[in-house]
């Protein structure tokens, strides 16, 4: 079953994608966005495209684990995208997503691969969402009831 992981910001969303078995998650692109409700028609798209079957979406919680206004704010956003592509949405804590995919870049740095200030940027988001994406996939995340 073919899953999308959902990195959402205020300015870039990044997205994530399993193979059909649902056991490897893949980095995919990075949406430049004047705001979040803007991307859904784009992801609307690329959900039927992919024949995604189920959405995991990134919360930031609080560090006490906690919901704050971003997290209820992308709740909301997840849900309307969701309801529109009549999708089953998982809600995944995403706190250390962006800290891992920053060590992958870092790690790639080391390697001799050169990368641009925006472009570290625009991976690490992809790279953010495959991070929490794969935990799920792998069974080290698990859904949060909210």
Do not use: C, Y
């Amino acid at each position: 079953m073919r899953t999308l992981g959902i990195d959402l910001g205020t300015r870039r969303i990044g997205l994530a994608l399993s193979d059909e078995g649902g056991k490897f998650a893949t980095p995919l692109l990075v949406l430049a966005v004047p705001n979040p409700q803007s991307a859904i028609a784009s992801i609307l798209d690329l959900i039927h495209k992919e024949s995604v079957r189920q959405i995991v979406l990134g919360l930031p919680l609080n560090m006490d684990d906690s919901l704050g206004p971003a997290a209820e704010s992308t709740a909301a956003w997840g849900r309307e995208l969701a309801g529109r592509a009549g999708l089953p949405l998982i809600l995944v804590d995403e706190r250390l997503s962006s800290f891992e995919a920053e060590q992958q870049l870092s790690m790639r740095r080391r390697s001799g691969e050169r990368l641009t200030h925006r472009r570290k940027k625009e991976q690490r988001d992809a790279l953010a969402a495959a991070t929490f994406l794969q935990a799920f996939l792998d069974g080290r995340l698990q859904p949060l009831s909210i």
